[in-house]
T-cell receptor, first 114, second 119 residues
């Protein structure tokens, strides 16, 4: 079984400040890891994914995440927050078993303070 | 990236009626598709998975006779909520995985979702 834990259901940062959204995973096999963003009343948009290539993954909108096996973490970061980054962010894991099921975390709502 | 559409985007229906939600991939040949539901302020919960040419596999606790899934083609899937009740009110989201421009994508591409309200 696999799972992800997102620490902090709500995160607030000032515009221009560092964004750090935490995600820890549990998987019995090397995982695929994903970050998705959801804007109000919209579906999910893929930000980035880790599939065993480089451990530092760069995504869209200036976001990046680093896979750290020793810490079982895949935290999402952005150096400078923009107002448009306000949204719900979901970390997800799949086990590469072939059925590609995604297991989502509970999400982190990011608020940007002007 | 892939473009996925869902129709309708919002639907309100009376209790006891059936509602059909369409999910189309516009530039993507989907070998596998997924239906999720999302309750307010909660994460996505997988309802079912279907592979092209085979019946859907439902997650534990999801009634297959209530939530009918038809993976009609590589670009169209429908979810029918039969005899809908107020507790079925939710945000339903489809996702595709398959081939984009010939290359297999190990990524799910999500539709914009359908908000269902059952009165």
């Amino acid at each position: 079984a696999q799972s992800v834990t997102q620490l902090g259901s709500h995160v607030s940062v000032s515009e221009g400040a560092l964004v750090l959204l935490r995600c820890n995973y549990s998987s019995s096999v090397p995982p695929y890891l994903f970050w998705y963003v959801q804007y109000p009343n919209q579906g999910l948009q893929l930000l980035l994914k880790y599939t065993s290539a480089a451990t530092l993954v760069k995504g869209i909108n200036g976001f990046e995440a680093e896979f750290k096996k020793s810490e079982t973490s895949f935290h999402l970061t952005k150096p400078s927050a923009h107002m448009s980054d306000a949204a719900e962010y979901f970390c997800a894991v799949s086990d590469r078993s072939g059925n590609e099921k995604l297991t989502f975390g509970t999400g982190t709502r990011l608020t940007i303070i002007p | 990236g892939a473009v996925v559409s869902q129709h309708p985007s919002r639907v309100i229906c009376k209790s006891g009626t059936s509602v059909k939600i369409e999910c189309r991939s516009l530039d993507f040949q989907a070998t596998t598709m997924f239906w999720y539901r999302q309750f307010p302020k909660q994460s996505l919960m997988l309802m079912a998975t279907s592979n092209e040419g085979s019946k859907a596999t439902y997650e534990q606790g999801v009634e297959k006779d209530k939530f009918l899934i038809n993976h009609a083609s590589l670009t169209l899937s429908t979810l029918t909520v039969t005899s809908a009740h107020p507790e079925d009110s939710s945000f339903y989201i489809c996702a595709w995985e398959g081939r984009l421009t010939g290359k297999y994508q190990e990524t799910q591409y999500f539709g914009p979702g359908t908000r269902l309200l059952v009165l």
